[in-house]
């Protein structure tokens, strides 16, 4: 885990005669550790989903039935939280949830579904203080862990009702047995569980890692969970043009000198910047930039590099950060091979948020320059 410093801001370009545009490489934000804890909350793309701005695909009953589990399982979290009150931070002995057989609910299916929206919204619907709710990534649970310690992360979360875990992915045995430890620990304290992910529970490890030691922790982890299978295609493509193709660079640089707060990047430049900043610190990275402006986008060279794109794209879409590109399209990001391996559906979701974000890009564009 990458040690945490104290300073939140992100480091920023220094000003010159003239304003222009932002850089990300030129940003290396350092979150300390209590502000880990007190964002764990749904993104600002999420600030205002409830079940109710959720359509189904009539259809895919399945997206209906998703909706009727959710949202009984937040209605019995609320009533539990109501007739139990606030819970001491001291207790003689473990308390698990009073309804007995799994203590979450894991929402399984592929991306563009809306299970970001349905987890959202199961934190939104559940009665209880913001305090006692917690909403993050995987990845910004595993960096708590790392900022706070495991068993001091176990007392801070283990006083919550209710941890959403969003695009739950193992990626190595070492957080597989970490996060399985912990969520049996905050099972055992009574904290409901909810989590999203493209992968059924039992088979997270498949195709990544033979192991037998992962593949078991894999087993005992998906007890903890009722699965909720939710089918459907992309709604971010579903009845929208084609993705646009890229633009010129001189397009782009001009964008990106006309929007306020726009970053300008090569490609190339910030791919190397990502591998110098932790992933938990990349939506920090990116605050307060009113739009990602690219240039010369190319293929991936290797796994790592996109497994650390894949983030900045998800932090971009949480934030609806508008992209503007030139060079090769979004769906030419990785290799066949790349696509057909263990984290292909990872790959996918990238394209879908970053064709869905470079739609909102075209706006950026003047006449002139487009």
């Given at each position: 885990m990458a040690a945490v410093s104290t300073s939140a801001e992100p480091t920023t370009e220094p000003a010159?005669?003239?304003?222009?545009?932002?850089?990300?490489?030129?940003?290396?934000?350092?979150?300390?550790a209590e502000q880990l804890v007190s964002e764990l909350v749904p993104p600002p793309r999420f600030d205002s989903v409830r079940f109710?701005?959720?359509?189904?695909?009539?259809?895919?009953?399945?997206?209906?039935?998703?909706?009727?589990?959710?949202?009984?399982?937040?209605?019995?979290?609320?009533?539990?939280?109501?007739?139990g009150g606030r819970?001491?931070?001291?207790?003689?002995?473990?308390?698990?949830?009073?309804?007995?057989?799994?203590?979450?609910?894991?929402?399984?299916?592929?991306?563009?579904?809306g299970k970001t929206h349905l987890l959202a919204s199961v934190w939104h619907a559940t009665q209880a203080p913001p305090e006692r709710k917690a909403f993050g990534t995987f990845v910004e649970l595993t960096n708590l862990v790392g900022a706070l310690g495991f068993q001091q992360t176990v007392r801070t979360l283990g006083t919550h009702r209710l941890l959403c875990i969003d695009e739950f992915e193992l990626d190595d045995p070492g957080?597989?047995?970490?996060?399985?430890?912990?969520l049996g620990r905050l099972v055992d304290e009574g904290v409901a569980l909810a989590a999203t992910s493209n992968t059924l529970p039992g088979k997270l490890g498949e195709g990544r890692f033979a192991a037998a030691d992962f593949l078991r922790e894999i087993q005992g982890l998906s007890a903890h969970f009722?699965?909720?299978?939710?089918?459907?295609?992309?709604?971010?493509?579903?009845?929208?043009?084609?993705?646009?193709?890229?633009?010129?660079?001189?397009?782009?640089?001009?964008?990106a000198r006309t929007v306020p707060g726009a970053a300008l990047d090569d490609f190339g430049a910030l791919l190397d910047h990502l591998s110098r900043v932790h992933p938990s610190r990349y939506g920090a990275m990116v605050k307060g930039v009113g739009a990602v402006c690219l240039t010369e986008v190319h293929p991936v060279p290797d796994q790592s590099t996109a497994l650390r794109l894949v983030v900045l794209a998800d932090r971009l879409y949480?934030?609806?950060?508008?992209?503007?590109?030139?060079?090769?399209?979004?769906?030419?990001?990785?290799?066949?091979?790349?696509?057909?391996?263990?984290?292909r559906k990872k790959y996918f979701r990238a394209i879908s948020r970053l064709t869905a974000l470079a739609r909102d890009?075209?706006?950026?564009?003047?006449?002139?320059?487009?």
């Open positions: 010159g005669d003239a304003p222009g545009p932002l850089a990300l490489t030129a940003r290396a934000p350092h979150v300390p109710d701005t959720y359509v189904p695909d009539p259809q895919q009953p399945s997206q209906a039935e998703a909706v009727s589990v959710l949202s009984g399982f937040a209605e019995g979290l609320g009533a539990a939280e109501v007739k819970r001491g931070w001291f207790r003689r002995a473990p308390k698990r949830p009073a309804r007995g057989g799994p203590g979450g609910v894991y929402l399984d299916g592929g991306y563009g579904v957080d597989t047995v970490l996060v399985s430890t912990l009722r699965t909720v299978r939710i089918d459907g295609e992309d709604y971010r493509h579903r009845g929208l043009p084609a993705s646009p193709a890229p633009h010129s660079p001189e397009a782009v640089d001009a964008a949480d934030r609806e950060i508008p992209v503007l590109s030139s060079g090769v399209p979004f769906d030419e990001l990785f290799g066949e091979e790349m696509l057909k391996g263990g984290y890009g075209e706006r950026l564009l003047s006449p002139a320059g487009a």
